[in-house]
Protein backbone atom coordinates (compact mmCIF):
# COMPACT_ATOMS: atom_id res chain seq x y z
CA UNK A 1 0.00 0.00 0.00
CA UNK A 2 1.41 3.66 -0.45
CA UNK A 3 0.14 7.58 -0.54
CA UNK A 4 -1.41 8.94 -3.54
CA UNK A 5 -0.80 11.94 -4.73
CA UNK A 6 -4.05 13.83 -5.77
CA UNK A 7 -2.52 16.91 -5.91
CA UNK A 8 1.19 18.08 -6.40
CA UNK A 9 2.68 21.32 -5.20
CA UNK A 10 4.53 23.30 -7.66
CA UNK A 11 8.07 22.04 -6.36
CA UNK A 12 7.47 18.17 -4.52
CA UNK A 13 10.15 15.78 -4.52
CA UNK A 14 11.69 13.08 -2.94
CA UNK A 15 14.95 14.38 -0.64
CA UNK A 16 16.70 12.12 1.60
CA UNK A 17 19.70 13.78 3.70
CA UNK A 18 21.77 14.24 0.12
CA UNK A 19 24.22 12.33 -1.85
CA UNK A 20 27.70 12.96 -0.22
CA UNK A 21 31.11 12.01 -2.05
CA UNK A 22 30.35 12.77 -5.80
CA UNK A 23 30.61 16.81 -6.01
CA UNK A 24 33.97 16.48 -7.86
CA UNK A 25 32.38 14.38 -10.28
CA UNK A 26 29.97 17.30 -10.56
CA UNK A 27 27.11 16.03 -8.51
CA UNK A 28 25.21 18.30 -6.26
CA UNK A 29 24.66 16.71 -2.79
CA UNK A 30 20.97 17.82 -2.79
CA UNK A 31 19.09 17.09 0.04
CA UNK A 32 16.31 19.27 1.69
CA UNK A 33 15.76 23.33 1.37
CA UNK A 34 15.40 23.30 5.06
CA UNK A 35 17.33 20.68 6.44
CA UNK A 36 16.52 21.32 10.01
CA UNK A 37 12.36 20.82 9.35
CA UNK A 38 13.18 17.59 7.52
CA UNK A 39 15.50 16.04 9.87
CA UNK A 40 12.49 16.96 12.27
CA UNK A 41 9.83 15.41 10.85
CA UNK A 42 12.11 12.02 10.27
CA UNK A 43 13.11 12.06 14.11
CA UNK A 44 8.89 12.36 14.78
CA UNK A 45 7.76 9.95 12.50
CA UNK A 46 10.51 7.68 14.17
CA UNK A 47 13.25 7.59 11.70
CA UNK A 48 16.83 8.48 11.13
CA UNK A 49 17.17 11.99 10.86
CA UNK A 50 18.34 11.50 6.92
CA UNK A 51 15.63 9.49 5.46
CA UNK A 52 13.27 10.25 2.97
CA UNK A 53 10.93 12.53 3.28
CA UNK A 54 8.47 14.04 0.46
CA UNK A 55 9.59 18.08 -0.23
CA UNK A 56 6.91 20.55 -0.83
CA UNK A 57 7.12 24.03 -1.89
CA UNK A 58 5.51 27.04 -2.73
CA UNK A 59 2.07 26.18 -3.34
CA UNK A 60 -0.69 23.73 -2.15
CA UNK A 61 -1.12 20.06 -2.31
CA UNK A 62 -3.03 16.98 -1.07
CA UNK A 63 -2.40 13.37 -0.67
CA UNK A 64 -4.53 10.65 0.49
CA UNK A 65 -3.09 8.05 3.05
CA UNK A 66 -3.62 4.17 1.47
CA UNK A 67 -2.12 2.25 4.74
CA UNK A 68 -2.36 3.08 8.46
CA UNK A 69 0.86 4.84 9.05
CA UNK A 70 2.99 7.22 12.00
CA UNK A 71 3.47 10.69 10.47
CA UNK A 72 4.30 14.29 10.89
CA UNK A 73 4.90 17.56 8.87
CA UNK A 74 7.78 20.37 9.74
CA UNK A 75 8.42 23.40 8.24
CA UNK A 76 6.40 26.78 7.65
CA UNK A 77 3.92 28.43 5.17
CA UNK A 78 1.50 25.60 5.53
CA UNK A 79 -1.99 24.78 7.22
CA UNK A 80 -1.91 20.85 8.18
CA UNK A 81 -5.44 19.68 8.09
CA UNK A 82 -6.76 15.19 7.87
CA UNK A 83 -9.94 14.83 6.52
CA UNK A 84 -11.14 18.73 6.69
CA UNK A 85 -10.18 19.04 10.50
CA UNK A 86 -6.68 21.07 11.45
CA UNK A 87 -3.66 19.23 12.52
CA UNK A 88 -0.99 20.45 14.71
CA UNK A 89 3.05 20.71 12.53
CA UNK A 90 5.96 19.53 14.40
CA UNK A 91 3.56 16.59 16.32
CA UNK A 92 3.57 13.25 15.24
CA UNK A 93 0.11 11.66 14.41
CA UNK A 94 -1.39 8.16 13.11
CA UNK A 95 -3.07 8.35 10.19
CA UNK A 96 -5.71 5.80 8.79
CA UNK A 97 -6.29 3.95 5.69
CA UNK A 98 -8.40 6.52 3.39
CA UNK A 99 -7.48 9.80 5.54
CA UNK A 100 -6.81 12.49 2.86
CA UNK A 101 -4.46 15.09 3.97
CA UNK A 102 -4.04 18.56 2.40
CA UNK A 103 -1.23 20.78 3.29
CA UNK A 104 -2.40 24.38 2.28
CA UNK A 105 -0.43 27.20 1.45
CA UNK A 106 -0.18 30.48 3.67
CA UNK A 107 2.03 33.15 4.58
CA UNK A 108 4.80 32.37 6.99
CA UNK A 109 7.40 30.19 4.90
CA UNK A 110 7.93 28.27 1.61
CA UNK A 111 9.04 24.57 2.39
CA UNK A 112 7.27 21.51 4.30
CA UNK A 113 8.49 18.09 4.90
CA UNK A 114 6.04 15.62 5.21
CA UNK A 115 7.88 12.47 6.77
CA UNK A 116 6.58 8.80 6.88
CA UNK A 117 7.35 5.54 9.43
CA UNK A 118 10.00 3.80 7.81
CA UNK A 119 10.42 6.74 5.11
CA UNK A 120 9.72 6.11 1.50
CA UNK A 121 11.36 3.54 -0.33
CA UNK A 122 11.83 5.01 -3.78
CA UNK A 123 14.86 4.60 -6.11
CA UNK A 124 18.14 5.03 -5.02
CA UNK A 125 20.68 7.28 -7.34
CA UNK A 126 24.15 7.31 -6.08
CA UNK A 127 23.45 6.39 -2.63
CA UNK A 128 20.59 8.46 -1.83
CA UNK A 129 17.04 8.94 -2.70
CA UNK A 130 17.05 12.46 -3.38
CA UNK A 131 15.47 13.51 -6.44
CA UNK A 132 17.84 15.87 -8.76
CA UNK A 133 16.25 16.18 -12.30
CA UNK A 134 18.80 18.35 -14.04
CA UNK A 135 20.72 15.27 -14.03
CA UNK A 136 18.00 12.63 -14.63
CA UNK A 137 17.27 11.70 -11.01
CA UNK A 138 14.12 10.79 -10.65
CA UNK A 139 11.32 13.45 -11.06
CA UNK A 140 9.21 15.88 -9.24
CA UNK A 141 6.13 14.26 -8.10
CA UNK A 142 2.60 14.64 -9.95
CA UNK A 143 -0.66 13.88 -9.98
CA UNK A 144 -1.61 10.32 -9.92
CA UNK A 145 1.37 9.09 -8.48
CA UNK A 146 2.08 6.49 -5.28
CA UNK A 147 4.57 6.05 -2.66
CA UNK A 148 5.09 2.81 -1.20
CA UNK A 149 4.71 3.11 3.09
CA UNK A 150 5.93 0.67 5.00
CA UNK A 151 3.38 -1.51 7.52
CA UNK A 152 3.11 0.34 10.89
CA UNK A 153 4.82 -1.52 13.93
CA UNK A 154 2.97 -1.28 17.31
CA UNK A 155 6.34 0.20 18.54
CA UNK A 156 5.98 3.42 16.10
CA UNK A 157 2.15 3.36 17.17
CA UNK A 158 3.31 4.88 20.45
CA UNK A 159 5.29 7.43 19.38
CA UNK A 160 2.23 9.38 18.14
CA UNK A 161 1.47 12.35 20.03
CA UNK A 162 5.34 13.61 20.08
CA UNK A 163 6.32 17.09 19.50
CA UNK A 164 9.22 19.82 19.61
CA UNK A 165 8.64 22.48 22.16
CA UNK A 166 8.35 25.59 20.31
CA UNK A 167 11.11 27.06 22.33
CA UNK A 168 12.87 24.33 20.06
CA UNK A 169 11.75 25.05 16.93
CA UNK A 170 13.32 27.51 13.96
CA UNK A 171 12.81 31.19 14.78
CA UNK A 172 11.46 31.55 11.37
CA UNK A 173 10.80 34.75 10.08
CA UNK A 174 9.65 37.08 7.13
CA UNK A 175 12.92 39.47 8.63
CA UNK A 176 15.67 37.12 9.31
CA UNK A 177 18.56 38.30 10.04
CA UNK A 178 21.25 35.51 8.59
CA UNK A 179 24.70 35.00 10.00
CA UNK A 180 27.60 34.84 7.13
CA UNK A 181 31.28 33.90 6.98
CA UNK A 182 33.06 37.03 5.42
CA UNK A 183 35.50 35.78 2.59
CA UNK A 184 36.86 34.20 0.55
CA UNK A 185 37.12 37.37 -2.21
CA UNK A 186 36.79 40.51 0.74
CA UNK A 187 40.03 42.09 -1.38
CA UNK A 188 37.30 41.51 -4.47
CA UNK A 189 35.33 44.10 -3.09
CA UNK A 190 35.40 47.72 -2.20
CA UNK A 191 35.35 48.08 1.93
CA UNK A 192 32.40 50.74 1.32
CA UNK A 193 30.64 47.69 -0.30
CA UNK A 194 31.40 44.94 2.25
CA UNK A 195 30.06 47.06 5.02
CA UNK A 196 27.04 47.57 2.71
CA UNK A 197 25.99 43.71 2.24
CA UNK A 198 26.05 44.02 6.49
CA UNK A 199 24.08 47.50 6.66
CA UNK A 200 21.64 46.62 3.57
CA UNK A 201 18.06 44.97 3.11
CA UNK A 202 17.40 42.07 0.40
CA UNK A 203 14.57 40.65 -0.94
CA UNK A 204 14.31 37.29 -2.87
CA UNK A 205 14.08 37.45 -6.31
CA UNK A 206 11.22 35.17 -8.38
CA UNK A 207 14.09 33.46 -9.91
CA UNK A 208 14.94 31.77 -7.17
CA UNK A 209 14.60 27.73 -6.97
CA UNK A 210 16.64 24.57 -5.78
CA UNK A 211 20.03 25.75 -7.35
CA UNK A 212 20.20 29.12 -6.41
CA UNK A 213 17.99 31.82 -3.99
CA UNK A 214 18.85 35.52 -6.34
CA UNK A 215 18.67 38.61 -3.92
CA UNK A 216 17.51 42.08 -4.86
CA UNK A 217 19.34 45.08 -2.88
CA UNK A 218 21.62 48.03 -3.78
CA UNK A 219 24.43 46.44 -5.75
CA UNK A 220 27.68 45.54 -4.59
CA UNK A 221 30.54 46.94 -6.53
CA UNK A 222 33.69 45.04 -7.60
CA UNK A 223 37.62 46.29 -7.37
CA UNK A 224 38.72 44.37 -10.03
CA UNK A 225 35.33 42.59 -11.89
CA UNK A 226 33.46 39.80 -10.89
CA UNK A 227 34.92 36.78 -13.13
CA UNK A 228 37.46 34.60 -11.66
CA UNK A 229 39.37 30.86 -12.32
CA UNK A 230 36.65 28.44 -11.35
CA UNK A 231 36.68 26.72 -8.15
CA UNK A 232 34.37 24.66 -5.57
CA UNK A 233 31.62 25.74 -4.43
CA UNK A 234 29.97 25.16 -1.49
CA UNK A 235 26.34 25.14 0.16
CA UNK A 236 24.98 28.69 1.22
CA UNK A 237 27.97 30.16 -0.34
CA UNK A 238 27.30 33.70 -1.93
CA UNK A 239 28.39 34.69 -4.83
CA UNK A 240 28.24 38.03 -6.56
CA UNK A 241 28.18 38.63 -10.63
CA UNK A 242 29.01 41.27 -12.34
CA UNK A 243 25.48 42.75 -11.64
CA UNK A 244 26.14 42.93 -8.33
CA UNK A 245 23.37 41.08 -7.04
CA UNK A 246 24.05 38.20 -4.83
CA UNK A 247 23.48 34.53 -5.60
CA UNK A 248 23.15 32.25 -2.45
CA UNK A 249 24.06 28.61 -3.35
CA UNK A 250 21.66 26.19 -2.12
CA UNK A 251 21.17 22.26 -2.23
CA UNK A 252 20.94 21.92 -5.78
CA UNK A 253 23.87 23.88 -6.68
CA UNK A 254 26.51 23.74 -9.19
CA UNK A 255 29.96 22.27 -7.43
CA UNK A 256 32.26 25.11 -8.89
CA UNK A 257 31.84 28.64 -9.90
CA UNK A 258 33.46 31.40 -11.47
CA UNK A 259 32.16 34.84 -9.88
CA UNK A 260 33.60 36.30 -6.62
CA UNK A 261 32.32 35.23 -3.03
CA UNK A 262 31.69 37.63 -0.49
CA UNK A 263 30.76 34.91 2.18
CA UNK A 264 28.73 31.86 3.18
CA UNK A 265 25.88 31.59 5.01
CA UNK A 266 25.99 29.51 8.88
CA UNK A 267 24.62 26.11 8.32
CA UNK A 268 22.11 27.17 11.43
CA UNK A 269 20.77 29.96 9.43
CA UNK A 270 20.32 28.27 6.15
CA UNK A 271 16.21 27.08 7.29
CA UNK A 272 15.67 30.62 8.12
CA UNK A 273 16.55 31.55 4.59
CA UNK A 274 14.84 28.94 2.91
CA UNK A 275 11.71 29.39 4.48
CA UNK A 276 11.73 33.41 2.87
CA UNK A 277 9.53 34.55 0.22
CA UNK A 278 9.99 35.63 -2.78
CA UNK A 279 9.43 39.60 -3.01
CA UNK A 280 8.15 39.39 0.38
CA UNK A 281 10.76 38.68 2.91
CA UNK A 282 13.17 41.45 4.15
CA UNK A 283 16.60 39.89 4.31
CA UNK A 284 19.69 41.16 6.40
CA UNK A 285 23.23 40.15 7.05
CA UNK A 286 25.12 39.55 10.06
CA UNK A 287 28.92 38.90 10.21
CA UNK A 288 29.76 35.69 12.49
CA UNK A 289 33.20 33.77 12.36
CA UNK A 290 33.69 30.27 12.09
CA UNK A 291 33.72 29.15 15.59
CA UNK A 292 30.60 31.12 16.82
CA UNK A 293 28.93 29.59 14.05
CA UNK A 294 30.04 26.02 14.39
CA UNK A 295 29.00 26.39 18.29
CA UNK A 296 25.39 26.94 16.82
CA UNK A 297 25.73 24.12 15.02
CA UNK A 298 26.39 21.70 17.55
CA UNK A 299 23.56 23.35 19.52
CA UNK A 300 20.78 22.96 17.02
CA UNK A 301 22.23 19.60 16.78
CA UNK A 302 22.03 18.08 20.70
CA UNK A 303 19.02 19.73 20.73
CA UNK A 304 17.51 17.60 17.90
CA UNK A 305 17.76 14.21 19.97
CA UNK A 306 17.18 15.84 23.56
CA UNK A 307 14.14 18.08 22.95
CA UNK A 308 11.13 15.27 21.35
CA UNK A 309 8.81 15.46 24.16
CA UNK A 310 5.32 13.30 24.65
CA UNK A 311 2.07 14.91 25.47
CA UNK A 312 2.25 12.47 28.35
CA UNK A 313 5.08 14.50 29.82
CA UNK A 314 3.30 17.45 31.11
CA UNK A 315 0.56 15.78 32.23
CA UNK A 316 3.22 13.51 34.44
CA UNK A 317 4.44 17.12 36.09
CA UNK A 318 0.88 17.79 37.59
Same mark, same amino acid.
Given at each position: ????????????????? %????????????????????????? #?????? %????????????? =?????????????????????????????? *????????????????? %??????????????????????? &??? *????? #? /????????????????? /?????? &?? /??? +?????????????? %?????? &????????? &? +???????? =??? +???????????????? $????? =???? /????????????????????????????????????? #??? =????? +????????????? $???? #??????????????????????
Amino acid at each position: MSLYVEDAALIMSVQDA %GRTGYQRFGMPVSGPMDWRAHRSAN #LLAGNS %GGSACIEIGFSSC =QVIIERDTLLSVCGAGFNLSVNGRELPMWT *AAIAKSGDILRLEKIDG %GSWVYLAVAGGFETPVWLDSRSV &FPR *AGLGH #L /LTAGERLPISVLSDQKR /LLAGRS &FP /LTE +RPAYSQTPTISVIP %GPHQDR &FTAETFEAF &F +REEYRLSH =QSD +RMGYRLKGKPLAHKRG $ADLVS =QGMA /LGQIQVPADGQPIVMMPDHPTTGGYTSIGTIARADLP #LLA =QAQPE +RSVIRFRRVDTTT $AAQE #LLRINQSLSADIFSQEDSWMGL
